[in-house]
């Protein structure tokens, strides 16, 4: 993998050296486990070797914002040592930030900083931004680079405007083909394992892998992420919801279906919240009832679809094979990792929907404006006919149809090879 990069690695790269680009905090965020730090480290890497001085400062790290060999001794202070992590606080922060201040005005191309889990500070949005405006006032030339191991909705909250001070770089869940690059995975391997690249060297151990997704991927999400970073007064139900939702993947469900399957007291809107809570950390995605019209995609029942499927074969019990001989459950994996993918592939003003109309159904409707795109998978699971495409496409004229897997249909590794919007391209 140290031999892979992804293609955020370009972007950042390029929003540090660009002086075209208007400064911005560059703000990498998105699931756990996706790689931002190693993005990070590479663009350090090659700014680096390009004559820009650079720092990575990991907040949960209690010597990494001491080490000599960042901070020069004239920098150096014991007042700036905060042995315990659970310590560091804004304080804290602006002590580094000077520290970084101190190198971007002594440095003939300035100073990269960047942060790492920026999350475990308190309140470090109002601080980063006022600290960022101070040196846009002074016009100091430190660039600051900020990543959290939750997605932006979750980072920041909603309590502090951010607006014009940060350039995001959303860093999803990897792809097919990064998989294939880095690990030499084929289609069967990202179906089951999904696209983890801590976890792909563990797919030959799997009892390994499964506590890896269960303890470095899906505790701290729940941990870390959720409970730290929002207000969740069921956290018991919360966990429970957690674990069952991978289980109703590619499935139509009911709030209050699913309230009954909860062992601890919860109601329809709880279970609700808690849900959105999951998709804004990338867990799962909710996905409404296609009809052309916005306002039934929000009140119909969702579709669960989770987005990285090795959550959904690591908390089913399933081994490799036993998972591919059971035709069922091994379809319903294969339509989640295609829904996963046009869901992590997405442009803005894209959406992803389902549509049902009974008896018929499409199993993923894509639509940008006028251009739309119904989508069905045929993976083995199902003795359903494509009857749902000919009726969608009578009832949305405009509407293109496309099959994926099965006999005459796109291949599902073709289809897991290309973006969600390029499908759209060729829709009129």
Not at 296 to 305: A, E, I, Q, V
Not at 380 to 408: C, P, Q
């Amino acid at each position: 993998m140290a031999l892979f990069e992804r293609p955020h690695v370009d972007s950042l790269v390029h929003f540090l050296t660009d002086d075209t680009v208007p400064p911005r905090i560059v703000a990498l965020t998105g699931p756990r486990q996706s790689g931002k730090t190693t993005i990070v480290r590479q663009a350090l890497r090659r700014l680096r070797a390009s004559g820009h001085p650079s720092a990575l400062i990991a907040v949960d790290d209690p010597l990494g914002a001491t080490d000599p060999a960042v901070w020069p001794p004239s920098v150096q202070s014991e007042t700036t040592v905060v042995p315990d992590p659970r310590l560091r606080n804004v304080t804290w922060l602006t002590r580094v930030w000077n520290r970084a201040r101190y190198r971007a005005w002594r440095e003939e191309r300035g100073f990269v900083l960047a942060l790492d889990e920026i999350q475990d500070i308190p309140r470090w949005s109002g601080a980063v931004k006022g600290l960022w405006d101070r040196d846009r006032q002074t016009g100091c030339p430190l660039k600051v680079i900020i990543l959290g191991s939750a997605p932006w909705a979750l980072l920041t909250g909603t309590g502090e405007s951010l607006a014009g001070r940060f350039m995001p770089l959303d860093v999803g869940h990897w792809s097919l083909p990064e998989m294939a690059q880095a690990f030499d995975f084929d289609l069967e391997e990202y179906v089951f394992f999904g696209g983890y690249p801590g976890a792909a060297p563990l797919r030959r151990n799997l009892v390994a892998w499964r506590r890896y997704v269960a303890y470095s991927i899906i505790a701290p999400v729940f941990g870390r992420d959720i409970v730290a970073l929002t207000r969740v007064d069921k956290p018991a139900l919360m966990r429970q919801l957690m674990d069952l939702v991978p289980a109703y993947s590619g499935q139509i469900v009911t709030y209050n279906h699913l309230v009954g399957r909860l062992r601890d007291a919860g109601n329809a809107a709880t279970v609700g919240h808690y849900l959105d809570l999951l998709s804004d950390a990338g867990i799962v995605a909710q996905l409404g009832n296609y009809s052309g019209s916005a306002v039934r995609r929000t009140g119909s029942s969702p579709k669960l679809n989770v987005l990285n499927t090795g959550l959904m074969t690591a908390l089913s019990g399933y081994s490799f094979d036993e998972a591919r001989a059971d035709r069922t459950f091994w379809g319903r994996v294969v339509e989640s990792a295609v829904g996963a993918h046009i869901h992590n592939t997405l442009e803005p003003g894209v959406l992803l929907s389902y549509w049902r109309d009974d008896p018929h159904e499409v199993d993923f409707v894509i639509s940008q404006g006028p251009r739309v795109i119904g989508i069905e998978v045929k993976s083995g699971w199902r003795a359903r006919s494509t009857r749902g495409l000919t009726v969608f496409k009578e009832r949305f004229r405009r509407a293109r149809t496309l099959l994926v897997g099965g006999r005459g249909g796109i291949p599902v590794s073709e289809f897991l090879g290309l973006p969600a919007p390029d499908w759209l391209e060729e829709v009129p």
